[in-house]
C-alpha cells in the first residue's frame, strides 16, 4: 500500500479549549457579555451550547433558543431581527478581543504532543470559529508561547464555517495533503466532530479542556477524582454520541490514539470507530 496512503499526515487542531484557552472561556465569556448589554441574561450552558460555529451564526442560534427569545421579547417588546444581530455582532467584536487577551494560554501537554506528531512528519493546521482579527490575536500570543500551526484558517477565510468541512479542506491545500483518510480533526465541541467527519477524516473529541466540560484548569483541577471521572465521561459520551471515531482525557493521549489509527490505516481501513481507545478516563 502507498505509505502516503497508510499513516495519519496532517493533525488539524481548533483553538480555543482545545489548543489554548482551557475550558474555551473567552468565546463564553463574550457571548454572556453581549447579552447582558442588550439587557438579557443568559447562563454559561447556554452561551456555550452552539460552540464551534462562526461567531455570528453562534449569535443566532443563541437567540433561536426559545427560552432565549422569550427573555428577549420580554425586555424589548418584539422578537429579534436581522438587524439585532448585526448591531449585537458588532458589539460582540470588542468583548471577545478583551476576552481573548485575558485568557489565551496554551493548554498543559500541546507543545509535547506537537512535538511527538512533528518528530513522525506531520503537519499540524489549526481552524476556528473566530473572525480574522481574533484568530490573528490568538495566533500572535500562542507563537510567544512555541506553537505555530503550519497552516490556519479561521471562519472568514471561507464561505461557511463547522460544521461544514470547508476549513479542514482549506488545510489540506496548504498543507497538500490528502486524502481525508489521512488527517485527524481534534476538537472540543460537536461542531468540531461534525466539520471532521464531513470532511471524511478521523474525528477526534478532547475532554478535560472542552468547552463541554466547562471548567477553567484552575477550576478543573480542583475537582476530586471521582467529580473529574464525571466531568470527562459525560463530555466523551456527548462526542461519541455525536459520531466521533475516538476520544482522548487530554492532549497528551494524542500520539498513542494516532498509533492506533496507523494499525487502521495499514489495514486500509476508512475512519471508524475505534472503541479501544474511545476512552478510559482516569482521575490522575
Known sequence: MNSERSQVRLVVFDWAGTTVDFGSRAPATAFRKVFEAHSVMVTDDEARKPMGLNKREHLKSMLSEADIAKRWEEQHGNCWTEADVDQMYADFVPFQLQAIKETTKLVPGLTETVDQLRSQGI????????????????????????????????????????????????????????????????????????AGLNAGCWSIGVCDSSSMTGLSHEEYSQLSAEERTTRLQQTAEQFLDAGAHAVIETLSDLPELIASINQQLIQNSQPCVISQTAIEMTSN
Open 123 to 194: 503537519v499540524i493546521g489549526g481552524t476556528t470559529g473566530y473572525f480574522r482579527e481574533a484568530a490573528e490575536a490568538v495566533a500572535t500570543t500562542a507563537e510567544a508561547a512555541g506553537f505555530v500551526p503550519e497552516a490556519n484558517v479561521c471562519a472568514d477565510d471561507v464561505l461557511q464555517g463547522r460544521p461544514a468541512p470547508w476549513m479542514i479542506y482549506e488545510i489540506m491545500h496548504q498543507a497538500r495533503v490528502y486524502p481525508a483518510t489521512c488527517v485527524v480533526k481534534v476538537g472540543d465541541t460537536i461542531a468540531d466532530i461534525e
